[in-house]
């Protein structure tokens, strides 16, 4: 989150994106996917981590609501094997269907 701290330092900061790539993409946190599915009984303990109820777990199967997400990383910090932060920066949609 650099950004932030420059922006309250410097004021209004505009950047060349999307002409050009502006150095704050690499390394953020835009997202968190599902790696794997899961087996037995985990869906429902790994979705009770969750502070905002943003992992569905259905049957054996766990969903990810990106719109209630916040990014917080227990899931990505906990099972690194069945979630993990996106690469991509550009995750944003003009509706929540689009998430």
């Known amino acids: 989150m650099p950004w932030v701290l ?3 330092r410097e004021g209004i900061v505009t950047t060349p994106y999307p ?3 502006d150095g704050y993409g690499p390394g953020f946190r835009a997202s968190v996917s599902v790696r794997a599915p899961l087996h037995g009984g985990e869906a429902g303990e790994v979705a009770a981590r969750c502070p905002t ?3 569905v777990a259905e049957g054996d199967e766990v969903r990810l609501d990106r ?3 916040v990014l917080c990383g227990r899931c990505v910090d906990e099972r690194p ?3 993990f932060f996106d690469e991509s920066h550009e995750v944003a949609g ?3 269907s689009s998430l």
């Open 6 to 8: 420059r922006g309250l």
């Open 94 to 96: 003009l509706g929540r």
């Open 19 to 21: 002409r050009r790539p």
């Open 67 to 69: 719109g209630r997400c």
């Open 53 to 55: 109820g943003a992992i």
């Open 81 to 83: 094997d069945l979630f």
